[in-house]
């Protein structure tokens, strides 16, 4: 297990930076494959020996080689959460393969989902999408669900879109009728959705709530901070992710908030 652990964390660090190079440049709209890694200030390329997960941050002590200029915290964040993601969900699902592989799509989608709404407030329908299809086509090895055939996980795969989309779209609604502005953006109605295809309604149910409780202490960070106040917009794509991938974890019984609002 320890062995396992390690290589995953291994290969999650190599997945960070590529995660990194999608965050960077998919909201220009340029290619993912070329061209190769380079400084985004002086454009350098980057030569193999700088471009190690985390440890070229740390040798280079956040600097480009070339011109010296600082080189985003994001970087080594990035790969630092996916290597403990990947570690983490090894530990949890290594004995179901086809989930394993499954819900860490998922969980690197989100992470790409989540830097590129902190930085431009945008949610492109198509990591919605990808999710959704990973969603629809795992039902059968999903253990969120409690079916006995895979057309019954598909059906619950399915409902759980439904809902998903449908919560989110009736929050928006309502945060326009009582703002009179728009309160969630449209991208983050197609990113429940998807989530909902990952976690079924009642991981919909949890994930909403989550979100909720994560994006309010970060708000209200903010405003002690005097960065924001009541009517400024933030991402809500970020505390989304991180409800999903608790559930994707299956850290959180849903059952347990059936309880709580049965007392």
């Known amino acids: 297990m320890l062995t ?3 290589l ?5 660090l190599i997945i960070g930076s590529f995660l990194n190079v999608c965050i960077y440049r998919f909201p220009k709209n340029q290619s993912i494959v070329f061209p190769a890694s380079h400084c985004p200030s002086c454009n350098t390329p980057i030569k193999f020996y700088d471009n190690i997960p985390l440890l070229s941050y740390i040798i280079l002590r956040g600097k480009c080689r070339a011109c010296g ?3 985003s915290l994001r970087y ?3 790969e ?3 290597g403990l993601l990947t570690a983490v969900f090894y530990y949890q699902w290594h004995w179901n393969l086809p989930w394993l592989v499954i819900s860490l799509l998922a969980v ?3 992470i790409v989902v989540s830097a590129i709404d902190f930085e431009t407030m945008m949610i492109s329908d198509l990591f919605s999408v990808i999710l959704a299809t990973l969603g629809l086509a795992g039902s059968p090895f999903n253990p969120c669900f409690d079916g006995l055939t895979w057309y019954s996980n598909l059906g619950q795969s399915a409902l759980g879109l439904a809902a998903g989309g449908g919560s989110i779209w009736l929050l928006a609604v309502l945060g326009k009728a009582i703002y009179k502005r728009d309160a969630v953006g449209e991208g983050d109605i197609f990113l429940m959705g998807a989530i909902g295809s ?3 309604w009642e991981g919909v149910i949890t994930t909403v ?3 909720s409780f994560f994006g309010s202490v970060y708000g209200i960070s903010l405003m002690v901070l005097k960065k924001a106040d009541r009517l400024s917009s933030m991402p809500f794509g970020p505390f989304l992710a991180i409800g999903a991938a608790i559930n994707l974890y299956n850290l959180i019984e849903p059952s347990w908030f059936a309880t709580l609002f049965a007392i």
Do not use: D, E, H, R
Not at 8 to 12: L, V, W
């Open 198 to 200: 990952l976690c079924g």
């Open 80 to 82: 630092l959460l996916t």
């Open 209 to 211: 709530i989550m979100a």
């Open 76 to 78: 080594p964040a990035v």
């Open 69 to 71: 200029k600082p080189i």
């Open 4 to 6: 396992g652990l390690i």
């Open 108 to 110: 690197y989608t989100l």
């Open 8 to 12: 995953s964390s291994i290969f999650g």
